[in-house]
């Protein structure tokens, strides 16, 4: 049985990947509801993340907030963490050596301590990462659910892109809705992440 708390204090002082002699402030483990149905999982801490030592908490952070709202939830009816929990240099996507150990390490056990009912993936990075793919396509599978041990999975766009462009926006809020009706739904049966990946063409 994962204990979150003390893999957390585990994860405090963590210097198994190049990324701890990098430049980071702290680790930025995860925050919210240990018993949360729904986990977010975004790429990594930024600027602002680093300093406070929470996720999402700068403009991506706000209107990732303003979105839970729609829904009717709040921070701190969720979890959000993370694939790696420390700031790669100038914001660079993480390396594939820090990804193996950052999950292996600390992400793969969140999930199993908290027991999301959804995994919602922000952004490309994320959601390839958590479903297993070497890449995927965020215009083809945003928005849809997939089963992964078990659990719902569902890759949605990052808050950043809105924050580009507010031709994401929308598309963004729609992603939320959808979110809320997995949740309230009953479990069925959904097609294996292999074989629906396979039929949406992304290896």
């Keep these: ?3 979150l708390f003390s893999l957390a204090e585990t994860a405090k002082d963590c210097e198994l990947c190049p990324l701890a002699k990098q430049g980071r402030t ?11 149905e729904i986990m977010f999982i975004g790429e990594g801490p930024g600027f602002h993340e680093d300093k406070q030592g929470k996720p ?3 403009a991506a952070g706000k209107l990732l907030t303003q979105l839970l ?3 009717g939830l709040r921070r701190e009816d969720v979890y959000i963490a993370n ?3 420390c700031r790669p240099p100038q914001n660079r996507d993480p390396k594939p050596e820090e990804i193996e150990i950052c999950t292996n390490q600390y992400l793969f056990s969140q999930i199993e301590a908290i027991k999301p009912k959804v995994i919602a993936t922000l952004g490309r990075f994320a959601s390839a990462v ?3 793919l070497k890449d ?6 945003h928005g849809q659910k997939f089963k992964r041990e078990g659990r719902y999975i569902v890759p949605i766009y990052h808050p ?3 924050l580009h462009s507010r031709a994401n926006l929308e598309p963004l809020y729609e992603d939320f809705r959808k979110l809320k009706e997995y949740l309230e739904e009953e479990p069925e049966i959904v097609q294996e992440i292999e074989t629906k990946a396979e039929q949406l063409g992304l290896f």
Excluded: H
């Design 26 to 36: 702290q680790v930025v483990f995860g925050d919210g509801n240990p018993n949360a």
């Design 1 to 3: 049985m994962v204990n």
């Design 160 to 162: 950043a892109a809105a």
């Design 56 to 58: 999402f908490v700068g």
């Design 130 to 132: 958590v479903l297993g």
């Design 69 to 71: 709202g729609s829904i």
């Design 83 to 85: 694939v790696v929990k």
């Design 136 to 141: 995927v396509s965020m215009g083809r599978v």
